[in-house]
């Protein structure tokens, strides 16, 4: 079973400070890497993706993708209330017809 | 540019009763995939199709069947519901079967009662 694993939180931080939200996956064949927003009670929402190893910055989040340890990582500088989510990891299987899915980390950020 | 739309946004069903959700995919896209989320989980993946064909399939039983046609909108049926099978069933649009982008409609959310 691949699986992707995300700590569940909640993972509180105050306004103005980094979030780093983390990921470990299994199936080393997954060759793209994404991070999905979701509000409570809406869809999942794409804000960040890599494919390749190293840093990915957009805007105010950077991904960091390392093959070879199996691990991504969402970093969210400047963190805003509006940025209190739930954050999913997902990564496409070896065939890349689907994606899995961690179970998301819920993040809380304080003003 | 519409994004992906799905339908109807909310459904209630008995069990036992039948049920078909719809979704079309932002224009230019061709593959459309069907993801199942239950309360305090990831989406778990059904089904994807490119081109009209099934390219994958999930860990689902037999009463779960979709289709896709066309003009690239698809439909995911699902039979003699469950009270599981209550969840929010999300449609996800992208460009090609590969390692791609993929963007989620507003889903469906299901109560089988």
């Known amino acids: 079973q691949k699986e992707v694993e995300q700590n569940s939180g909640p993972l509180s931080v105050p306004e103005g400070a980094i979030a780093s939200l983390n990921c470990t996956y299994s199936d080393r064949g997954s060759q793209s890497f994404f991070w999905y927003r979701q509000y409570s009670g809406k869809s999942p929402e794409l804000i960040m993706f890599?494919?390749?190893?190293g840093d990915k910055e957009d805007g105010r989040f950077t991904a960091q993708l390392n093959k070879a340890s199996q691990y991504v990582s969402l970093l969210i500088r400047d963190s805003q209330p509006s940025d209190s989510a739930t954050y999913l990891c997902?990564?496409?299987?070896?065939?890349?017809?689907?994606?899995?899915f961690g179970k998301g980390t819920t993040l809380s950020v304080s003003s | 540019d519409a994004g992906v739309t799905q339908s109807p946004t909310h459904l209630i069903k008995t069990r036992g009763q039948h049920v078909t959700l719809r979704c079309s995919p932002i224009s230019g896209h061709k593959s459309v995939s069907w993801y199942q989320q239950v309360l305090g989980q990831g989406p778990q993946f059904i089904f994807q199709?490119?081109?009209?064909?099934?390219?994958g399939r999930g860990n689902f039983p037999d009463r779960f069947s979709a289709r896709q046609f066309p003009n690239y909108s698809s439909e995911l049926n699902v039979n003699a519901l469950l009270l599981g099978d209550s969840a929010l069933y999300l449609c996800?649009?992208?460009?090609?079967?590969?390692?791609?982008?993929?963007?989620f409609g507003q889903g469906t959310r299901l109560t089988v009662v």
């Open positions: 996800a649009s992208s460009g090609g079967t590969g390692d791609t982008e993929a963007f």
């Open positions: 199709y490119y081109e009209k064909e099934e390219r």
């Open positions: 997902a990564v496409t299987n070896q065939a890349g017809t689907a994606l899995i």
């Open positions: 890599i494919y390749s190893n």
